[in-house]
T-cell receptor, first 113, second 114 residues
Framework: GENVEQHPSTLSVQEGDSAVIKCTYS??????FPWYKQELGKGPQLIID?????GEKKDQRIAVTLNKTAKHFSLHITETQPEDSAVYFC????????????FGTGTRLQVTL | DTAVSQTPKYLVTQMGNDKSIKCEQN?????MYWYKQDSKKFLKIMFS???????INETVPNRFSPKSPDKAHLNLHINSLELGDSAVYFC?????????????FGSGTQLSVL
């Protein structure tokens, strides 16, 4: 089955700096790669996703890049703000009703003033 | 409010008891899931239902039994609770035609088995 590794497990940045979280996956058949943000006491929330036919996608201060050959993808957050502090999860899956998301182990991002 | 809602939010119980967690979504989604998040925050799928039909059943003890009375509801019943069942359980749903993608999560049920 799919295996997703995520690094780093914790990340502390100063407000205004950029943050980068990296993930690798094992199954070359995976073609959908979402990122979720989980705030304290809440469920994970989808913030951005990318499909295998795209190399990069951007939405305001967040961007995701995908390298299918190397089987890795990354989340980039620019101009970080205190409200970006949360646990971030990458995930990978195929498509179709029976597909399932395999999540990375999470990165706790702390944005300090 | 349109959302995935699950109850209860907190559940504290003794070992050996039987308990249920309820989940409802009013997003019109076809597929619903149960995920387990352990103390290290690791998220793992347990079950997935599409239009009331079980489509994913991971390696979960038989003590866990999901039930979907209709496509808007997916409940989780747990028999003979064990200490290791302590975790946060999340219900989720995904839009039609996007099984396995774009999950909408509930706010979780924190289960503590004493």
């Amino acid at each position: 089955g799919e295996n997703v590794e995520q690094h780093p497990s914790t990340l502390s940045v100063q407000e205004g700096d950029s943050a980068v979280i990296k993930c690798t996956y094992s199954d070359s058949a995976s073609n959908y790669f979402p990122w979720y943000k989980q705030e304290l006491g809440k469920g994970p929330q989808l913030i951005i996703d990318i499909r295998s036919n795209v190399g990069e996608k951007k939405d305001q201060r967040i961007a995701v890049t995908l390298n299918k050959t190397a089987k890795h993808f990354s989340l980039h957050i620019t101009e970080t703000q205190p409200e970006d502090s949360a646990v971030y999860f990458c995930a990978a899956s195929g498509t179709g009703t029976a597909s399932k998301l395999t999540f990375g182990t999470g990165t706790r991002l702390q944005v300090t003033l | 409010d349109t959302a995935v809602s699950q109850t209860p939010k907190y559940l504290v119980t003794q070992m050996g008891n039987d308990k249920s967690i309820k989940c409802e979504q009013n997003l019109g989604h076809d597929t619903m899931y149960w995920y387990k998040q352990d103390s290290k925050k690791f998220l793992k799928i347990m079950f997935s239902y599409n239009n009331k039909e079980l489509i994913i059943n991971e390696t979960v003890p038989n003590r866990f039994s999901p039930k979907s009375p209709d496509k808007a509801h997916l409940n989780l019943h747990i028999n003979s609770l064990e200490l290791g069942d302590s975790a946060v359980y999340f219900c989720a749903s995904s839009p039609p035609g996007q099984g396995g993608e774009k999950l909408f999560f509930g706010s979780g049920t924190q289960l503590s088995v004493l």
